[in-house]
């Protein structure tokens, strides 16, 4: 399972130094006397290139995720998606949000069947970044049932009803 995870960052690795590698050759390409015509034609195919990559690995990452049955992969795909997401503009575009969320689906059911309340409420964690909070109450309600203990229970009820209480703004 370790070698999951490790796969999963090596990824991440890979995928940002070829990114980095593709933005400096436009970037020195861009730059050379009578280019500015032929650059913006190459980076729109390169940004064609990369999507279709970054989409298959996506892919790939979500299927080494699943076969792996364990919650852990799956958070960490859903956290590797919403990076993306964030590098493309600053804020996260709403089809990557969905993929993110249904990564966090899986990993909060996989948790509870595992009895793991750590995954739970991790998973609990991973939906309030990215602004789910009647699945960050799921979670955290599936985690309370499953606690080992009463104290555990109550700490984790207590959590949940706290997200459930409207914020009230600094009055300033």
């Known amino acids: 399972m370790k070698a999951q995870g490790q796969r999963i960052t090596r990824f991440g690795i890979v995928l940002g130094v070829a990114v980095v590698v593709v933005l400096a050759g436009l ?6 006397p ?19 990559t970054l989409e298959r690995q996506l892919h ?3 299927v080494a995720a699943l076969a792996s049955r364990r919650w852990e992969p799956m958070i960490a795909h859903g956290d590797a998606v919403l990076e993306v997401a964030v590098a493309g503009n600053g804020a996260p575009a709403h089809p990557w949000v969905d993929r993110a969320r249904h990564s966090y689906l899986l990993a909060l059911f996989r948790a509870r069947a595992a009895g ?3 995954g739970m409420t991790k998973v609990a964690d991973a939906f309030l970044s990215i602004g789910d909070r009647d699945a960050a109450r799921l979670a955290l309600r599936m985690a309370r049932d499953a606690a080992p203990d009463p104290r ?16 009230v703004a600094d009055a300033h």
């Open 34 to 52: 009578g280019a500015r015509g032929r650059a913006n034609g190459v980076a729109k195919s390169v940004a064609a290139i990369d999507a279709a």
């Open 116 to 118: 793991s309340v750590d």
């Open 27 to 32: 970037e020195v390409f861009a730059q050379r």
């Open 152 to 167: 555990t229970a109550a700490l984790l009820n207590d959590r949940a009803d706290r997200i459930e209480r409207p914020r």
């Open 60 to 62: 790939d990452g979500y």
